[in-house]
């Protein structure tokens, strides 16, 4: 279809904008000079002169592209930006401009957005916009199929209290568990069964052996991401119910601080000084199998989706230090790694309490919440 193909071109045009304002600043910044955003805007006027494919891309996408490029390289330094793919980035690009946008809705599950330079585009809602006003438009592909996202003024307000002002939750997150509860709830949930778990290593076997750039390697990349899709879909779906869960219950929920991104980095290589060239066991493959449970799981997810939810609930969301959560007895605090008999069982060696593992993690956790908070008032814990 002509839009189809006109999608896949506004990434190509979008993605070749930001690596090419990306090695400018590089450039620059090798010679100690500096590129910001406007004089990257104004020569993208002058390139779509002797580019004509430029000039066939809207021109918000491109300029959004290279404002999103600003705000990276400010944040995050412009030499630890990463490049955009064609393979290993998530394609997507986005319409600033709400004002050019025109929403109608058809029946009772489909509508359709009018996007500039596109047209219409049919879409199933997930609810009604009724009254709210459009920011943005986001058009991202995951593996076959495309998906919008408008980013929308509602109009609500955050309560100012919450319905159970009195109520609070702690909340440990696990790898054989997602999420266990101070009440002693243990919610979790099966994203892969265990059909698409050999299906899975079927295509990796395949991929490994497809030779590259050739049409089977890409079917089988389709089927492989099909699967894939829908495991990412289940956990989305189970954090975002989860976090409303518990939003809508508690007025505060407690949670641990969590690096995920530096707790799944793989493990350093040990270079052999006896044998050069070669490496000493450093248990990569154990750190590699807690790095994927641990993803499996959507840690930051699951964050992101309280912290969504709670400004419509009037939530609190706090974080706290996660050092001796699980070796903590929530009955006389003492602390001792003994007490951790398995993955499930805590028993402690001083008082003899026993619970879940998951369970009594999140109670200490629930108590050092409120322990920060009456710090915070000036008294004493």
């Known amino acids: 279809m002509r839009r189809r193909g006109w999608r896949s071109r506004a990434l ?3 993605r070749a904008v930001w690596n090419t304002g990306l090695e400018q600043r590089r450039e620059y910044r090798r010679r100690g000079a500096w590129m910001n955003y ?32 600003d705000e990276a390289c400010r944040r995050h330094g ?8 064609a393979r290993r980035w998530a394609p997507s690009f986005r319409f600033p401009e709400g004002s050019q946008m025109e929403v109608q809705k058809l ?6 957005v009018k996007l500039p330079k596109l047209g219409w585009v049919k879409f199933r809602a997930s609810r009604g916009l009724d009254g709210e006003t459009i920011r943005s438009a986001t058009l991202t592909r995951e ?34 568990v997602a999420v266990a509860t101070s009440a002693g709830d243990l919610l979790d949930q099966v994203f892969s069964t265990a059909g698409e778990k050999r299906r899975v290593l079927r295509w990796q076997r395949r991929l490994s052996r497809a ?49 995920t991104r530096t707790m799944t980095r793989r493990a350093t290589p040990v270079a052999d000084p006896a044998k050069p060239g070669r490496y000493l066991p450093n248990g990569g493959s154990a750190k590699s199998g807690l790095n994927k449970a ?51 069982v805590f028993r402690c060696i001083a008082c003899t309490h026993t619970e879940h593992a ?21 008294d004493q814990p």
């Open 211 to 259: 030779a590259k750039r050739s049409a089977n390697r890409g079917k089988t990349r389709r089927r492989y991401g099909a699967v894939r899709a829908k495991e990412a879909r289940r956990r989305r779906d189970f954090c975002v119910k989860t976090a409303r869960q518990l939003a809508q219950t508690n007025a505060v929920v407690v949670l641990e601080k969590l690096p």
């Open 358 to 378: 998951d369970v009594n993690a999140a109670k200490n956790i629930l108590a050092a919440g409120r322990a920060d908070r009456i710090n915070a008032c000036g």
């Open 38 to 69: 406007h004089e990257q805007a104004h020569e993208l006027v002058e390139a779509k002169k002797e580019h004509p494919w430029l000039a066939e891309a809207p021109s918000h996408c491109l300029q959004q592209a290279l404002r999103d490029l």
């Open 107 to 112: 029946n009772r599950g489909k509508s359709r």
């Open 294 to 344: 641990i993803l499996s799981k959507g840690w930051y997810r699951f964050e992101l989706a309280l912290r969504s939810v709670s400004r419509y609930t009037g939530t609190e969301v706090r974080r706290v230090l996660a050092a001796y959560t699980s070796q903590r007895c929530s009955g006389c605090s003492h602390v001792d790694p003994k007490s951790r008999e398995s993955q499930a």
């Open 143 to 176: 593996g076959q199929h495309w998906f919008v996202s408008l980013l929308v003024e509602d109009g609500v307000v955050a309560p100012a209290a919450h319905v159970a002002p009195d109520s609070a939750v702690g909340v440990d997150r696990g790898v054989v």
């Open 12 to 14: 190509a045009w979008c």
């Open 78 to 85: 412009t030499f630890r930006v990463q490049w955009r793919s």
